[in-house]
T-cell receptor, first 112, second 112 residues
Framework: NAGVTQTPKFQVLKTGQSMTLQCAQDMNHNSMYWYRQDPGMGLRLIYYSASEGTTDKGEVPNGYNVSRLNKREFSLRLESAAPSQTSVYFC???????????FGSGTRLTVV | GQQVMQIPQYQHVQEGEDFTTYCNSSTTLSNIQWYKQRPGGHPVFLIQLVKSGEVKKQKRLTFQFGEAKKNSSLHITATQTTDVGTYFCAASFSGGYNKLIFGAGTRLAVHP
């Protein structure tokens, strides 16, 4: 089982460029999440999708958009990247509500 | 807003010493989860606590949930070098969809 797969693993963007981070899970989980991790700040929730067809804002949604493409896939888009968006991005999924998230291996994004 | 305070931020111990990290919230939690993240890795789910006063053990790890469901702790007995990493608590708050809010984490260093 692959679990949660994120692509790409590393990315360098110039300020103002756009990109989409991809996430797919093969565990038939209903809920999916995007977090960012910055030093000393833990993981902060950007957006989540409680179930296929729904998305909601988390703690730090500004500058991001998401798409729940189907039950397996949940993508995160940066329309105009800023240096403040330099971070490690984690996608996660869970079967029901908040129980036991499974995380992907992360995407290290640098915006210069 | 909803937040969880976690202390300490860092802890350095000699191998064999005990270690404890604490999480606190000003509001009642629905449940609390604990995750471990090895250096360069992704968070891995350890356990979930749901009931007031609940205590769970996993080998040398003991997890507690406060009677008022506003605080929790993780205690490691006789640390080993394999315990190195960052430990996060993640809380789900009462009411609404149970998305997780993470604490800032406690980084544990174990010196042999």
């Amino acid at each position: 089982n692959a679990g949660v797969t994120q692509t790409p693993k590393f990315q360098v963007l110039k300020t103002g460029q756009s990109m989409t981070l991809q996430c797919a899970q093969d565990m038939n989980h209903n809920s999916m999440y995007w977090y960012r991790q910055d030093p000393g700040m833990g993981l902060r929730l950007i957006y989540y999708s409680a179930s296929e067809g729904t998305t909601d804002k988390g703690e730090v949604p500004n500058g991001y958009n998401v798409s729940r493409l189907n039950k397996r896939e949940f993508s995160l888009r940066l329309e105009s990247a800023a240096p403040s968006q330099t971070s490690v991005y984690f996608c996660a999924s869970s079967a029901v509500g908040s129980y036991g998230y499974t995380f992907g291996s992360g995407t290290r994004l640098t915006v210069v | 807003g909803q937040q969880v305070m976690q202390i300490p931020q860092y802890q350095h111990v000699q191998e064999g010493e005990d270690f404890t990290t604490y999480c606190n919230s000003s509001t009642t939690l629905s449940n609390i989860q604990w995750y471990k993240q090895r250096p360069g890795g992704h968070p891995v789910f350890l356990i979930q606590l749901v009931k007031s006063g609940e205590v769970k053990k996993q080998k040398r790890l003991t997890f507690q949930f406060g009677e008022a469901k506003k605080n929790s702790s993780l205690h490691i007995t006789a640390t080993q070098t394999t315990d190195v990493g960052t430990y996060f608590c993640a809380a789900s708050f009462s009411g609404g969809y149970n998305k997780l809010i993470f604490g800032a984490g406690t980084r544990l260093a174990v010196h042999p």
